[in-house]
């Protein structure tokens, strides 16, 4: 669906830009059918002498931070550095076609909304695993200049990235807490005052909207947000970190196949992953580089100094200022890098995504026992060792004992 500004914004229309209807049915087909950081094993004789298949890297992804480690891995050579072979990687514009290409495998590591996870390995029975988190945080709710709080958000559309994401999840408590009602209408529907109607926006598509003033807002990963603040078209209104501490948005997902046959392929996967990581937290400037379309790989088309406001800038005193950050005293970076998948992340993800308002067959998710889910989703074997090889819990900021409480504040 086009309007006069020519911004393509889907509801539940069969348009392809984020997981529609007619996505669902085509997955679920096809799922029938010199680094500054440790190098893990880095001039080991083990690193020297594997061989494994030679099945390379195949990275898809999208131009967005949470890509950050598989990028930053492939740009400095670090898959290398553990004896793999790598292809470029593939970049892709929505989520749908990055999940469509790794479950027919023309890739085979991605990164992917955490809640989407578990509708490809439960919802349509593909049999992939999580690894690895990608990053923590990471993403924002951006709105009109003229919106100063989410109840102004009520008779408004708001643009989310993908129905199975965390900012869908995120944004519904935000909305519920202010007692507005989620709904999932047509774009030009009259929507009553207490209702906010939630549609599927491709995130390069968002900043274009939100200043034809097509949508009064969105929530999605960085650095989308940053590029509405330097722009001038919007400012952001609550960050994602701000809502569930150190949240979890893209983790690391692999082939079950791959784990099974291929372990020792797995573990230098993410041994590489895990070391991008670590280099990338002290590196961010660096990092923002590597990323920019300046960078040598052009990873991505956003330029240095959006990427730098997201991955360099620490100081919330600004944002504080304006009442942005409600819960200054968690002392977050914008986005961060770490990479154990807590299992209490999972359980307490699975609770919340079966009461959050998503398109298609959702029955699946009835079914779903959290700590069934945490112990059958994540297979954290190979990013244990990758952690202890790389200095530790303590060199990501994480607990020895890598246990944690989920702290979930509106």
């Known amino acids: 669906m086009n309007n006069k500004d020519n911004i393509h914004i889907c509801a539940s229309s069969d348009c392809g830009c984020g997981m529609t209807r007619r996505d669902f049915l085509r997955m679920s087909t096809l799922a029938t059918a010199s680094a500054a950081a440790p190098l893990l ?93 990608n990053h923590v945080n990471g993403s924002g709710l951006t709105v009109l200049n003229d919106i100063n709080s ?77 590029l509405a603040e330097t722009a001038g078209v919007g400012k952001i209104l609550r960050f994602s970190g701000d809502v569930w501490k150190n949240h979890a948005c893209c983790v690391t997902f692999l082939a079950e196949r791959d784990l099974a046959e291929k372990p020792e392929w797995s573990q230098r996967v993410t041994n590489a992953i895990v070391n991008a990581q670590l280099w990338s937290r002290s590196n961010q400037v660096e990092t923002a580089k590597l990323l920019s379309s300046s960078g040598s790989n052009r990873y991505t088309p956003h330029q240095l100094q959006p990427l730098t406001k997201v991955l360099a800038v620490t100081d919330y005193t600004e944002y504080q200022k304006r009442g942005i950050v409600a819960h200054p005293a968690w002392q977050q970076r914008r986005i961060d890098f770490q990479p154990y998948p807590f299992p209490s992340y999972t359980e307490e993800l699975v609770r919340a995504l079966a009461q959050t308002k998503v398109e298609g067959d959702t029955k699946f998710l009835a079914g779903l026992d959290p700590k069934f889910v945490a112990r059958d989703l994540v297979d954290d074997r190979f990013v244990r060792k990758s952690i202890a090889a790389a200095g530790g819990p303590a060199a990501f900021g994480l607990p020895a004992n890598l246990l944690r409480t989920e702290t979930v504040a509106v």
């Open 41 to 133: 094993f880095a001039g080991d004789a083990r690193a020297q002498a594997f061989k494994g298949d030679d099945q390379p890297v195949k990275i898809g992804y999208l131009p967005i931070t949470d890509a950050a480690p598989l990028l930053v891995a492939h740009g400095r050579k670090l898959f290398e550095a553990q004896g793999l072979k790598t292809e470029a990687p593939r970049l892709f514009r929505s989520w749908a076609q990055i999940v469509e290409a790794f479950v027919s495998g023309q890739v085979n590591v991605i990164h992917l909304l955490s809640p989407a996870t578990l509708w490809v390995r439960y919802g349509s029975k593909f049999p992939a695993k999580v690894v690895a988190w």
């Open 150 to 226: 989410v109840a102004d958000l009520g008779g408004k559309t708001v643009a989310i990235p993908f129905w199975y994401s965390i900012h869908n999840i995120l944004l519904q408590k935000l909305l519920a807490a202010n007692k507005l009602t989620v709904v999932t209408k047509g774009r030009n529907a009259e929507l009553k005052k207490n209702e906010v109607n939630l549609v599927v926006l491709a995130p390069s598509e968002m900043v274009s909207a939100l200043a034809a003033k097509s949508i009064a807002g969105y929530i999605v990963a960085e650095p989308f947000n940053a």
